[in-house]
């Protein structure tokens, strides 16, 4: 097993047994055309409405997205862990890819479950990390 394999791993564990530190998180993380946010703003929905055309070697349709949830900051600590963890083999583009590939599963988690915990919303975005991390 790989050292990134390893602490992926770690992660889960700290998720599941909520060994996660949240008191760091002061706003929403945002970043690679993702905002995680607690609420729909007029200034959120005027970001997504401003889609531009993007000619790029991303592998992934651009397009900037949102996740709303209560678990904000739960989310937003999970991006920024793995941030630092996949440091390496996020590039200038290809960080469109995975932090879209996040929040997509994000999402795609929220629209299919009316009442969730956080525990579950970070696994399932933490899934499409390890499957991302897997494919480069």
Request: glycine residues 4%; proline residues 3%.
């Amino acid at each position: 097993m790989s050292d990134i394999s390893r602490v992926l791993e770690e992660l889960t564990s700290a998720i599941i047994q909520n060994r996660i530190d949240i008191t760091r998180v002061k706003r929403p993380w945002g970043g690679a055309d993702v905002i995680i946010a607690p609420s729909v703003t007029e200034e959120l929905k005027e970001w997504l409405g401003d889609q531009p055309v993007v000619i790029s070697e991303q592998k992934t349709m651009p397009k900037r997205q949102v996740v709303i949830t209560d678990y904000w900051k739960e989310l937003s600590w999970l991006f920024d862990q793995v941030k630092v963890i996949l440091a390496d083999h996020i590039g200038y583009i290809t960080k469109y890819d995975f932090y879209g590939r996040m929040a997509d599963a994000a999402n795609r988690f929220i629209e299919n479950h009316e009442e969730y915990e956080a525990e579950d919303l970070l696994l399932a975005a933490l899934w499409e990390v390890k499957r991302y991390y897997h494919d480069c």
